[in-house]
């Protein structure tokens, strides 16, 4: 499977973005896929897991309320809606894809088999 993730950009805080993970390789309705994060200085964080065969979804706490991961099968991607977004949310975000559904804990980065190229959040203004 090969993801690649899109959508990333500079937004005012406040402001919200859709990010974009598109499989190819296998179908969504066999994968988990897990979005993560990784700010300038800091180690990865695991943000949300979406389960592609019924759309069942974590979060962390820090993006709960203000992130909301979907999947369109048909088009075989996964979308991390972001609301409300802070500087602190500044950071390249990745997504990444395991067999199965979302791994117990969901945000442990070594679960995660494949990994999309990670794209660029800048929240300033």
């Known amino acids: 499977v090969q993801l690649q993730a899109s959508g990333g950009g500079l937004v005012q805080p406040g402001g919200s973005l859709r990010l974009s993970c598109a499989a190819s390789?296998?179908?969504?309705?066999?994968?988990?896929i897990g979005w993560f994060r990784q700010a300038p200085g800091k180690g990865r964080e695991g943000l949300s897991c979406?389960?592609?065969?019924?759309?069942?979804?974590y979060y962390t706490d820090s993006v709960k309320g203000r992130f909301t991961a979907s999947r369109d099968n048909a088009k075989n991607t996964v979308y991390l809606q972001m609301n409300s977004l802070k500087r602190e949310d500044t950071a390249v975000y990745y997504c990444?894809?395991?067999?199965?559904?979302?791994?117990?804990?969901?945000?442990?980065?070594?679960?995660?088999?494949?990994w999309g190229q990670g794209t660029l959040v800048t929240v300033s203004s």
């Open positions: 390789g296998l179908t969504l309705e066999v994968l988990a």
């Open positions: 979406i389960r592609g065969r019924d759309g069942k979804t």
């Open positions: 990444a894809s395991v067999q199965g559904g979302c791994p117990a804990p969901y945000y442990r980065d070594d679960f995660y088999a494949t």
